[in-house]
Nanobody
Framework: QVQLVESGGGLVQAGGSLRLSCAAS????????IGWFRQAPGKAREFLAA????????SYADSAKGRFTISRDNAKNTVYLQMNSLKPEDTAVYYC?????????????????WGQGTQVTVSS
């Protein structure tokens, strides 16, 4: 059974940084993509970034480009989201998700597996 577990969220001041982790287990993820999304209260789930489990393809939303970096450590079965220069509007629950295709997607409904989310709060 596929399991995704996020960690690394917390409270940070504006301008600070956080690194989120997504630990994946339950199957071999070659041929999959892992994506990061976020959802703020009252808003739709928003795509941030995605990475192929094998290879170098990455995809970023415009809101994430330049501040967020997605990476992976296949040996640890973990995908990371490094977030820099955080702003109060980045406050949300952050989720990782797995897509059983080798092409990243920005659409949440394309992703079959989701983690439980980790809260990120950025204070002004």
């Amino acid at each position: 059974q596929v399991q995704l577990v996020e960690s690394g969220g917390g409270l940070v001041q504006a301008g600070g940084s956080l690194r989120l982790s997504c630990a994946a287990s339950g199957r071999t993820f070659s041929g999959y993509c892992i994506g990061w999304f976020r959802q703020a209260p009252g808003k739709a789930r928003e795509f941030l970034a995605a990475i192929k489990w094998s290879g170098v393809n990455t995809s970023y939303a415009d809101s994430a480009k330049g501040r967020f970096t997605i990476s992976r450590d296949n040996a640890k079965n973990t995908v990371y989201l490094q977030m820099n220069s955080l702003k109060p509007e980045d406050t949300a629950v952050y989720y990782c998700a797995a897509l059983s295709l080798s092409v990243p997607s920005t659409t949440p409904s394309d992703y079959a597996y989701w983690g439980q989310g980790t809260q990120v709060t950025v204070s002004s």
